[in-house]
């Protein structure tokens, strides 16, 4: 079984700024890719960044590009997403997802096979 952990969420003024962290524990697997998902009340789950351990592309939504910034670790199948002058429109609960299998990109939720419980991200104005 493979488990994904994500801590670093929290409350945070508008401007401000959090660091997500995700680790994966449990059996040992290999990744292609590994991304963040994105779910605010009444909403879908939404893709927010995701990089790609071949050749290192990573991807953005396009409301949090440079502001964003997704970075990790392919041997310790980690991840990290780097929030920066957050919004009030950035609060949701954040996920951490891994693909293990290998795709032109990784936007869609259904190019992914495991999933962490989520981290809450609050920005109040």
């Known amino acids: 079984q493979v488990q994904l952990v994500e801590s670093g969420g929290g409350l945070v003024q508008a401007g401000g700024s959090l660091r997500l962290s995700c680790a994966a524990s449990?059996?040992?697997?290999?990744?292609?890719?590994m991304g963040w998902f994105r779910q605010a009340p009444g909403k879908e789950r939404e893709f927010v960044a995701a990089?790609?351990?071949?050749?290192?592309?990573?991807y953005y939504t396009d409301s949090v590009k440079g502001r964003f910034a997704i970075s990790g670790d392919n041997a310790k199948n980690t991840v990290y997403l780097q929030m920066n002058s957050l919004k009030p429109e950035d609060t949701a609960v954040y996920y951490c997802?891994?693909?293990?299998?290998?795709?032109?990109?990784?936007?869609?939720?259904?190019?992914?096979?495991?999933w962490g419980q989520g981290t809450q991200v609050t920005v109040s104005s």
């Open positions: 997802a891994a693909s293990r299998a290998l795709y032109s990109d990784y936007q869609q939720r259904n190019k992914y096979h495991y």
């Open positions: 449990g059996r040992t697997f290999s990744s292609y890719a």
């Open positions: 990089i790609s351990w071949s050749g290192g592309n990573s």
